[in-house]
């Protein structure tokens, strides 16, 4: 199993009123990843953030990759203009795409890394013949639509479904999960082979005025929590 692990905050938790400072100090607090979850209030009942805010963040001088969660349906028409603003993941729920192998390809011909996301309930079965154009599998472990939310533990059989998928074929495609992640089971899913994980309301909601930059209480704990894998 992998130990090269990854810390994805999800900005939709942040202070948006200052985020640039805030993805600063979360960055500077040892996160890895900046995730970006962008929401139509059509594929989700929800509405948040669109390529303008990546661009923002770029111009801010964000140089972590940002990991564009596209919960927006149809997909296709947007992805350019993600990947102008600086997107270096773009991933997108198969069933929000008519096309699922033009979307990848379009994605990729961009010059952005590819992913599926797969609701908790979505079965894996579109991987069979697009695991090896991806970069990223990304399992939900809530429904998508809001931060907050509690983790869902039969997802953790997926993310070993999919582990194995990818270390039969022998590739190199991250897996990353996305909700109701924290330090209290973080180990877990790391042991389900996850290797990237997303935490939005478990990193912004615990905050340290006594930490230099904020985050360093809890992005400490998630990876000494990581570190017992
Ligand atoms: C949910 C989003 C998540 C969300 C995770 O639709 O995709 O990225 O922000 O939030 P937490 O970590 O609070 O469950
Ligand atoms: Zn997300």
């Known amino acids: ?71 927006v349906k149809p997909v296709d028409r947007i992805i350019p203009d993600f990947a102008k603003a600086g997107a270096t993941y773009i991933t997108f729920h198969p069933e929000a795409s008519e096309h699922v192998d033009r979307t990848i390809a379009l994605i990729r011909e961009c010059g952005c890394k590819p992913g599926l996301v797969f609701n908790p309930a979505t079965p894996l079965d579109v991987l069979e013949y697009t695991l090896d154009k991806l970069d990223m599998v990304l399992l939900m472990s809530v429904n998508p639509g809001f931060g907050g939310q509690k983790f869902i533990p039969y997802v953790l059989d997926k993310a070993r479904a999919v582990r194995k998928m990818i ?61 017992k894998a």
Request: negative net charge; charged residues 20%; proline residues 4%.
């Open 1 to 71: 199993m992998t130990t090269n692990f990854r810390i994805a905050p999800s900005i939709l938790s942040a202070n948006f009123a200052k985020l640039g400072e805030e993805v600063d100090n979360v960055l500077a607090s040892g996160a890895d990843i900046v995730h970006f979850d962008v929401m139509d209030n059509h594929y989700v009942p929800n509405l948040t953030i669109g390529p303008l805010v990546c661009e923002a963040l770029k111009k801010h001088g964000v140089t972590a990759p940002i990991d564009v969660h596209l919960m």
């Open 167 to 227: 270390n039969d074929r022998g590739l190199n495609v991250s897996l990353e999960i996305d909700g109701g992640v924290g330090p209290a089971n973080i180990l877990e899913v790391a042991k389900a082979g996850v290797d990237t994980f997303v935490a939005g309301s478990a990193v912004f909601g615990a905050r340290k005025d006594t930490d230099a930059h904020g985050y360093e209480t809890i992005i400490g704990a998630l990876r000494s929590e990581l570190a």
